[in-house]
C-alpha cells in the first residue's frame, strides 16, 4: 500500500513554488464560504498543497452542477461539504477538513472567520445579508478575503486585504443606500448597480445573460444562472494564483479593483466596482 508523502506530493510545485511559502500554504487555514463554484478552487488548493479546510455550505449535489462544479454522478444528492470532503481526502488523505452542512449567515460568521487565516467567499449574492456579514466579519478580524464569480468563459476574483479599509459593506454602501431609499433593498437591487458599472467590461454575451438572470430574479423567483466549466476553471486558476502571491508576499490587485479575464477575448482588466 502507498503511503501519502507531503514532501513528494508537492515535489514538483518546486521552481514555481519556493519552500516558504509552501509551508505557509501547508499551514494556513482557510474557510470556503460557499462549495459549488467554490468546488473548483477547493480542489485546485488541495493539490497546489493547502490542506487545511473549513467548509461551509447548506446545499446538496444536483444534477445541473455538474457542468461545471468539482463533483461526480455519484454525488448526487449528497450535501456538496460531505462531497468535496471526500474528494479533498482522495488528493490528500492527510488534509484536515471541517465540513459544516448550513448556509453561512449572520449568525454563524463571525466564529467561522475566527478560525481560520483567510477567506474565499462564492456565497450566492442572493443571500446579500450573508455576503455583508462573511465580509464585515472578516474586516473587523483583520482577515483577508478573497470573493470570485463566474464570468461566462471567464473569471473574476475580488481581494480585500487585511486592514485596507476597502472591505466590501464599504464598497457597496452607496449601492444598499440607494436601493434602501427606494425600498428594494435585495440583490438584484444592489447587484444589478455593480454590473451596471462593470458591464462595459464584459463580454456581450455575459451582459446578456446576466441581464436575463437578474430580471427574472427581481419578483424573487429562482434562476440558476448560465455557467459553463471554462469559468469553474478559471476561477480556481486565478483565485489560487492570487492566493499564492498573498502568502509569497507580491503585490496582488486589491478591491475595489477586480481581476478579470475573458477566455473569449484573451484578454486580462482590472475594472473597478466602486461607485464613482
Do not use: W
Amino acid at each position: 500500500m502507498t503511503t501519502f508523502n507531503y514532501d513528494e506530493f508537492i515535489k514538483r510545485n518546486s521552481g514555481y513554488i519556493d519552500a516558504t511559502t509552501q509551508d505557509k500554504i501547508r499551514n494556513a487555514r482557510v474557510l470556503f464560504a460557499g462549495c459549488g463554484l467554490g468546488a473548483s478552487t477547493v480542489t485546485c488548493a488541495a493539490r497546489t498543497g493547502f490542506q487545511n479546510f473549513v467548509l461551509i455550505d447548506g446545499d446538496t449535489v444536483d444534477a445541473h452542477n455538474l457542468n461545471r462544479q468539482f463533483f461526480d454522478f455519484e454525488d448526487v444528492g449528497t450535501p456538496k461539504v460531505e462531497a468535496l470532503k471526500k474528494h479533498i481526502l482522495r488528493i490528500n488523505p492527510e488534509a484536515k477538513v471541517e465540513a459544516h452542512v448550513a448556509m453561512l449567515d449572520k449568525n454563524n460568521a463571525a466564529d467561522l472567520v475566527s478560525q481560520v487565516d483567510f477567506i474565499f467567499d462564492t456565497i450566492d449574492f442572493v443571500d446579500l445579508e450573508a455576503v455583508l456579514a462573511l465580509h464585515g466579519n472578516a474586516a473587523a478580524q483583520g482577515k483577508a478575503i478573497f470573493t470570485a464569480m463566474n464570468i461566462g468563459p471567464g473569471a473574476g476574483v475580488l481581494y480585500f486585504p487585511p486592514n485596507s479599509g476597502n472591505s466590501l459593506p464599504e464598497i457597496l454602501q452607496r449601492d444598499v443606500e440607494a436601493a434602501a431609499a427606494e425600498g428594494n433593498l435585495n440583490y438584484t437591487a444592489v447587484f444589478g448597480r455593480v454590473i451596471e458599472r462593470i458591464g462595459a467590461h464584459l463580454d456581450p454575451q455575459v451582459r446578456r445573460e446576466v441581464a436575463k438572470a437578474l430580471t427574472i430574479m427581481a419578483d424573487g423567483t429562482p434562476c440558476p444562472a448560465s455557467q459553463i466549466a471554462v469559468g469553474s476553471f478559471a476561477v480556481a486558476a486565478l483565485a489560487v494564483s492570487m492566493m499564492h502571491d498573498m502568502l509569497a508576499g507580491l503585490e496582488v490587485p486589491a478591491a475595489p479593483n477586480m481581476v478579470i479575464h475573458s477566455f473569449r477575448n484573451h484578454i486580462t482588466k482590472f475594472v473597478s466596482i466602486a461607485a464613482a
